[in-house]
């Protein structure tokens, strides 16, 4: 039997610690250990993207990133995309825009969204495909979730000034 | 997935020992987007998973135009193509890192990992080949040098012996009216593995008019990564013109030994090593002339 | 007081004749759905979430073949590996041969949907279930799968309809045979259907022709591909009863299949549906909630099962793949004279695939005075085919709409026009028998010929404009629901249908609609099956419509509850009270809904509406795409321009979510049309079970679909609702085959038309030419 390791992480800003074996994926510690069902399982393979969050400040598939691998780190889940008060732009303009259907998906769409305007707070709609094509959604047909980031990229261009 | 132990190596040297002492029970795990799978899924077998995104050697990468490129074997793909100088200096590595996977894998996956890999198909080798990469490797015995057209051996496998590590890759300077381009084709725009890809490198002469230096190396037409040396040799002194590269595509095309399978039939993954190797020369080209 | 019949409701409905839209208030607006907040913050629970005290995991163990005989099964060594609690087989099922059931959309073999579930003497496909197991986590139970030993005796294997068909094919099941026109074969085969549907006189119609052109065609299995994968989690309590949360898209079909496969009462099941991930028809059939319940039933503990994505492709439901024939005669003016088309469509391992739909959708869009279709279910060993929007007819679209394209082309007539010049219309006869209702299928084609896509030129080389139209029937079926009033002049709506896409809103609008109310005044609840009155399954898009119209009804139902109430405070008569615009009324005295609701409690107490509606479908909905697309010559590989979908929506209660269905389903289309399909060995297994070969599109593969909605009210439902979520996935493939054929001057008969088919047609037509 192998030992659990303890693993002391910082999860939307908040200092976390859990135990988990080191077959255990990162998704599979967020859902399971840490109630943080936010991150969904599509296909466990790094194809789909339901499970991204941002690790570091980079947007990964946890389902790829073993909990072990998370101690020292700052992640941010869906969970935590939200501030006390109100919901992210990102967030917003995706029930506005309706930019959900099943909603499955739609986690995984927003922080990868929001790693993207963090990084690039001006995308071209060629951007924003191409770097949100590692997440896949069945419903929408990705219209109306395109729109929505172009007009959360809009409301954060206008927040600042 | 089975019991497995993981231990994250501190420097090249604890590497290497955990891997001799455990062989072909042990595996390295850089960004983990493909051996996770693997290990899944039961194409590969492990008992012991050996971290080394935490041996800073391998984390690190540097660029000296005097001196070249070194990049450390777990370096992220994100950080190349992010990285503007290296971008320009080494493009088809850059075109490479920007297309294995989507952006959740590029955060994490490594040029270093995608080359023990060592697909067929894999994105990053033609790319390596075309700049002339070479592989350092430690191992129990000390550290050598393998150029990276030689690495691979056959599909998913690689030179590297027991208790061997890919330390870094080594790339040489780059010189005036020198351009490179990787392409691939998928039958999607991104998260497909290649069905045909092609990595070129030339350098023009003093008038940008010839092609001075070439190397090509072709993806997924060959049981490991095909480095094209004699259409290499044949660019040399050539106009640098589409005849020229379409030419060359059609001598590539002798070359390759592509199969039939899911990702694409035979015949026309070899109609389309010619098609993706007059691109990528014609865009190597126009890169070259462009500096 | 007398409440109206059916038909003076009806009569009341005013869908503003000729042009003057009624006004409403809510319906046509664009509420923030109720569950979006939960849905964009990740709080939403989906079945894979649901946490349990004592929950232990579930794997299925899966045949690594495509057709073999069991010949034995030990699974001694997996009940001792430490952590697994339980391991169960088909022995573990009771037995049902020959047992049949109503499930509403049509008859089940309850023995074929047991053996489905785990496999009987037989594994049919590769991934067929053999054995399952719970352990204390999943990872346990994954390796206890590796300690069973199956012994299996390999059989010849078929996956393609004509092989299937043929005298001397190997024979998947041995009580299989032939029912066609009311009569049963006498030797057994794999095509447990034929269908024949005849009108006219089709060999004179041909003769009469002007021009008749013929064509064959070949379709993969698709799968729906939904991100979700299947999940159940089943507990089965000391006190006999049985609580199932579950993905699916009927917690009453779900319930009522697990009843008759475990031979239990459906009443001691409770289904509870938890928030579902898509599902597209694929979440219909029941897979893991029998075997979720009986090992639950062996180790006393709840059990979770979750598919994994390779799972979903092997062992679910794919849509059939087909081999049809189909042949089209014309006059020289357009005007066309027969039909003929023969339809062969993968049933999968099991009998009861989509070939009727199929079959009936196939000269839908046409008047065609002689017309003869014959159908085949062909048995396959692929897994048993399901529901995928609209099951069958894209299929059947993608063979007639292509041949119409070519007659267009081949008789020099726009091909929009030569679809007006016959599209069907109110009063024409369908070849399978039903005449057509109040339809827009005219107006769908009218809005494209007006929009600025059609409208515009379309200028480069190796690009082309196709156009398509498409049809689903949509169904009716049965729907309850209970609305409680809350003191506070807001409304507690509970209904059954599962949420795929939006639907609990466009329900509550009608719901506020009918009250005068705002679409944040009705809560309404997906509810379980202890608590909601009967609801079939979220599918053949009747949501909107039925549980829409149940909506309604329990709104008329509160309404006259409510006019009975003011009654007693104004001391008059319950019919002298009227409701308009929001306001109850006698003489000068009014009553807001907010103010009434205030008084409920001193007029006798709670109010509760509720309804069980059960309207006939269809309500008939169309559709017509247009698609421009650009082919590199060189590859092959084919670049989407530009999508428009137009649909006659009846009425939009919620635009955006109708917007959405359409943008969905032509998305999904496109895949099918380009790159999706199931790829064989020679072995009969599949080779692509990943989202990484499977390859459906990307961000990076499409532009912003375009959407048009056409308002042609159902005469059947008070607002003029007609389903709106499949019909959009049927006339892509057509639509893409046609702009391809535009672009490169050459046809594809084959769906996907992957690069590698588009550039053989390239360089054939070269070498032809």
Same mark, same amino acid.
């Given at each position: 039997m192998v030992k659990k390791s303890h693993v002391a992480t910082t999860i939307n800003g908040e200092a976390v610690e859990f135990l988990c074996e080191p077959r255990h994926s990162l998704l599979e510690v967020l859902r399971d250990t840490l109630h943080l069902t936010g991150a969904k399982e599509g296909c466990n393979n790094g194809n789909c993207g339901a499970c991204t969050v941002i690790l570091n400040g980079v947007p990964v598939n946890s389902c790829l990133v073993l909990g072990v691998e998370a101690e020292g780190s700052e992640i941010t889940t869906i969970e935590g995309i939200a501030s006390e008060s109100h919901l992210h732009p990102l967030q917003q303009c995706f029930l506005e825009d309706a930019a959900l259907q099943c909603g499955i998906c739609t986690p995984g769409f927003i922080v990868a969204a929001k790693a993207l305007l963090d990084r690039n707070p001006n995308p071209s709609e060629h951007d924003i495909r191409f770097e949100l094509a590692g997440n896949l959604c069945r419903c929408t047909g990705y219209d109306k979730i395109i729109r929505a980031v172009q007009d959360a990229a809009a409301v954060l261009q206008e927040n600042k000034s | 997935m089975k019991e497995i132990e993981y231990a994250a190596a501190h420097s090249v040297d604890e590497a290497v020992d955990l891997l001799a002492a455990r062989g072909d029970k042990a595996r390295v795990m850089a960004g983990g987007t493909d051996i996770l799978v693997q290990l899944r899924e039961g194409m590969r077998d492990a008992d012991l998973i050996v971290d080394v995104k935490k041996i800073p050697e391998m984390m690190q990468f540097s660029y000296d135009p005097a001196r070249g490129l070194h990049l450390g074997a777990s370096v992220p793909c994100y950080k190349i193509y992010g990285d503007a100088k290296i971008a320009a200096a080494y493009s088809a590595l850059a075109d490479a890192a920007r297309i294995i996977g989507g952006w959740q894998i590029q955060s994490r996956a490594s040029i270093g990992g995608n080359l023990c890999n060592s697909s067929p198909a894999a994105d990053s080798i033609p790319a390596l080949i075309a700049h002339d990469a070479q592989c350092v490797i430690a191992g129990p015995s000390g550290r050598r040098t393998v150029a990276v057209a030689d690495f691979c051996t056959a599909p998913g496998r690689n030179q590297l012996a027991r208790g061997e590590l890919l330390v870094s890759l080594h790339f040489p300077p780059v010189q005036p009216r020198e351009g490179a381009r990787y392409l691939r084709f998928i039958p999607r725009n991104e998260m497909d593995i290649a069905v045909v890809g092609v990595g070129a490198w030339l350098r023009l002469n003093d008038k940008a008019e010839t092609i001075a230096a070439a190397r090509v190396a072709l993806a997924a037409v060959a049981p490991k990564p095909l480095a094209a040396t004699e259409v290499g040799e044949w660019l040399v002194g050539k106009p640098a013109t589409d005849a020229t590269f379409s030419e060359a595509g059609a001598r590539a095309r002798k070359l390759a030994k592509p199969i039939s399978d899911m990702r694409g039939p035979a015949e026309y993954r070899l109609h389309l090593v010619g098609v993706m190797t007059t691109r990528a020369l014609a865009g190597a080209a126009e890169r070259a002339t462009s500096k | 007081m007398a409440t109206k019949t059916p038909h003076e409701e009806a009569a009341t409905? *005013? @869908? /503003?004749?000729? /042009?003057?839209a009624k006004k409403y208030k809510v319906l046509g607006t664009r509420p923030i759905r109720h569950d979006g907040v939960d849905k964009v913050t990740g709080r939403a629970l989906y079945g894979a979430d649901i946490q349990l005290t004592g929950l232990v995991h579930g794997r299925i163990l899966r045949s690594p073949h495509a057709h073999a005989r069991i010949k034995s099964i030990d699974y001694s060594a997996a009940e001792k590996l430490p952590g697994v609690l339980a391991v169960i087989t088909s022995h573990d099922f009771p037995n049902l041969k020959d047992k049949m059931a109503d499930l509403g959309e049509g008859t089940v073999n309850l023995a074929d949907l047991s053996a489905n579930c785990l496999a009987h003497?037989?594994?049919?496909?590769? /991934? @067929?279930? +053999?054995a399952a197991v719970a352990a204390v986590n999943a990872h346990i139970a994954e390796e206890a799968l590796k300690l069973i030993k199956v012994d299996y005796e390999p059989l010849p294997h078929l996956n393609w309809v004509l092989d299937a068909m043929r005298e001397d094919a190997p024979l998947l099941h041995d009580n299989v045979f032939t029912s066609e026109m009311g009569k049963l074969a006498k030797k057994p085969s794999n095509v447990p259907v034929h269908l024949h549907f005849e009108t006219g006189d089709v060999e004179k119609g041909f003769a009469d022709s002007d021009i008749v052109i013929e064509r064959e065609f070949k379709t993969a299995s698709v799968h729906q591909g939904y991100i979700e994968p299947h999940v159940s989690i089943a507990h089965w309590n000391r006190d006999g009863h049985i609580t199932i949360w579950t993905s699916t898209q009927g917690s009453f079909t779900a319930r009522q299949q697990t009843a008759e496969l475990l031979l +239990?009462? +459906?009443?001691s099941i409770k289904v509870i549906p938890c928030e579902i991930g898509g599902g597209f028809g694929g979440k219909i059939t029941v897979y893991l909630e029998p075997v979720a319940a009986i090992l639950s039933r062996k180790c006393g503990r709840p059990v979770k099962m979750v598919m994994n994505r390779t799972e979903c492709f092997e062992a679910t439901g794919p849509t059939p793949g087909s081999f049809m024939r189909l042949k089209l005669g014309a006059k020289? *003016? /357009?005007?066309?004279?027969a039909g003929e088309a023969w339809l062969a469509y993968d049933a999968g391992a099991f009998p009861g695939g989509m070939i009727g739909p199929g079959c009936m959708c196939v000269f839908s869009c046409y008047e065609i005075p002689n017309a003869r279709v014959d159908g085949y279910d062909v048995l396959v060993n692929k897994p048993k085919s399901a529901a995928y929007r609209a099951p069958g007819a894209t299929q059947a679209a993608f063979a007639c709409e292509s041949v119409m394209d070519e007659l267009a082309e081949r008789l020099k007539i726009d091909p929009l026009e030569l679809r007006l010049k016959n599209a069907v219309h109110e009063g024409s006869r369908r070849v399978d028998g039903p005449v057509y209702p109040r339809i827009g299928f005219i107006e769908t084609l009218e809005a494209a010929r007006n929009s600025d896509h059609w409208k515009s030129k379309l200028t480069g080389p190796n690009r082309g404009r196709g156009i398509a139209s498409g049809f689903w029937f949509n169904i009716g079926l049965k729907s309850c629901a209970a609305a409680n009033v809350n003191a506070d002049g807001t409304v507690t709506l509970i209904e059954g249908s599962t949420d795929i896409g939006g639907s609990r809103t466009s329900i509550a609008m009608q719901l506020a609609e009918t009250l005068g109310l705002k679409a944040h005044d009705v809560h309404p609840q997906v509810a379980d099956t202890d608590s909601v009155g009967y609801t079939d399954v979220t599918g053949g898009s009747r949501v909107t419509f039925a549980t829409g119209l149940a909506a309604y009804h329990a709104g008329l139902d509160i309404r006259q509850q409510m006019q009975a109430r003011a009654a007693i405070l104004w001391e008059c008569k319950s019919d002298q009270v009227t409701w308009e615009d929001g306001l109850f009324r006698h003489g000068d005295k009014t009553f807001t809904f907010r103010e009434l609701a205030g008084k409920l409690n001193q007029t006798g107490g709670p109010v509760v509406g509720r309804a069980s509606v059960d309207p006939e479908g269809p309500t008939n909905g169309f559709g017509t795409h247009i698609v421009d697309v650009e082919v590199d010559p060189d590859t092959g590989k084919v670049t989407i321009l530009r999508y428009t979908a137009v649909q006659d929506a009846g009425k939009a209660i919620h635009p955006s979510y109708v917007e959405g269905q359409m943008q969905g389903g032509s998305v999904q289309g496109i895949g099918w049309a380009l790159n999706e399909e199931y790829f064989y060995d020679d072995q009969g297994k599949m080779r692509n079970a990943s989202y990484l070969d499977y390859r459906m599109p990307t961000a990076l593969d499409l532009p912003m679909i375009d959407t048009i909605i056409v308002e042609v009210p159902n005469p059947a439902h008070p607002f003029g609702v007609r389903g709106v979520g499949e019909t959009p996935i049927v006339a892509p493939p057509a639509a893409v085959a046609a702009a391809i054929h535009n672009a490169i001057g050459a046809r594809l008969f084959e769906l996907p038309m992957a690069p590698h088919r588009v550039w053989a047609a390239i360089r054939d037509k070269a070498t032809a030419g």
């Open positions: - | - | 409905w *005013d @869908h /503003g004749a000729s /042009g003057s003497e037989k594994v049919l496909y590769k /991934g @067929h279930a +053999v +239990v009462p +459906v009443s020289k *003016d /357009g005007t066309l004279m």
